[in-house]
């Protein structure tokens, strides 16, 4: 079936260090949207990309939406004691109202 | 703003019990979620609503059942608890459709101890 693959897992960066998550569909997605989870809350959404080859800028995070619309990936510049949480992509299933969600990465900053 | 609630944020039951966990939003919106969140396997779709009495199954729905009677009170029902049941789970919601109205708001989360 339709599946999402997000790495890594974890991340662990020092304070001021950049970070990477990734995505990979395994079919054609219409757009990927990304959500970010603080520790002890909700995911809460953060953009979506619609287009093939988009990026997106939202301050120190930069998104990008490959151009066969296959994978996604979130980078943020010098990371901030905020920016700790986990980060989830997501894209619509083609036959439904579902998301398929990535597992999640998770950005721990060195203490 | 929109506004998805759940009615505990910490919930304690033994097995074998009937769970009831509710999620209620204000945004007069059509699609409604329960997902439960477990370490390294991210949110695993249980059930959704498209409509009033209307569900499907999501990737998970064993041991698992949801009432939809009004647009805005979306119940997932644990028929008999067990302790694999122990999980997050959260609620919900978008406006309907897809393309850009497919955004997703959460509820804050019910923490289910099943012991």
């Known amino acids: 079936g339709q599946q999402v693959m997000q790495i890594p897992q974890y991340q662990h960066v020092q304070e001021g260090e950049d970070f990477t998550t990734y995505c990979n569909s395994s079919t054609t997605l219409s757009n990927i ?8 809350g909700h995911p809460v959404f953060l953009i979506q990309l619609v287009k093939s080859g ?58 | 703003d929109v506004k998805v609630t759940q009615s505990s944020r910490y919930l304690v039951k033994r097995t074998g019990e009937k769970v009831f966990l509710e999620c209620v939003q204000d945004m007069d919106h059509e699609n409604m979620f329960w997902y439960r969140q477990d370490p390294g396997l991210g949110l ?22 949801v009432s939809r009677e009004k647009k805005e009170r979306f119940s997932l029902i644990l028929e008999s608890a067990s302790t694999n049941q ?10 309907g459709g897809q393309g850009l109205l497919d955004t997703q708001y959460f509820g804050p989360g019910t923490r289910l101890t099943v012991l």
């Open chain 1, 33 to 40: 949207q990304w959500y970010k989870q603080r520790p002890g």
């Open chain 1, 54 to 111: 988009e990026v997106k800028k939202q301050k120190r995070l930069t998104f990008q939406f490959g151009e066969a619309k296959k994978n996604s990936s979130l980078h943020i510049t010098a990371t901030q004691t905020t920016d700790v949480g986990t980060y989830f992509c997501a894209g619509p299933l083609q036959s439904n109202y579902q998301l398929i969600w990535g597992a999640g990465t998770k950005l721990i900053i060195k203490p």
């Open chain 2, 44 to 65: 695993r779709l249980i059930y959704f609503s498209y409509d009033v009495k209307m569900k499907e199954k999501g990737d998970i729905p064993e041991g698992y059942s």
């Open chain 2, 86 to 95: 122990t999980s997050m789970y959260l609620c919900a919601s978008n406006e």
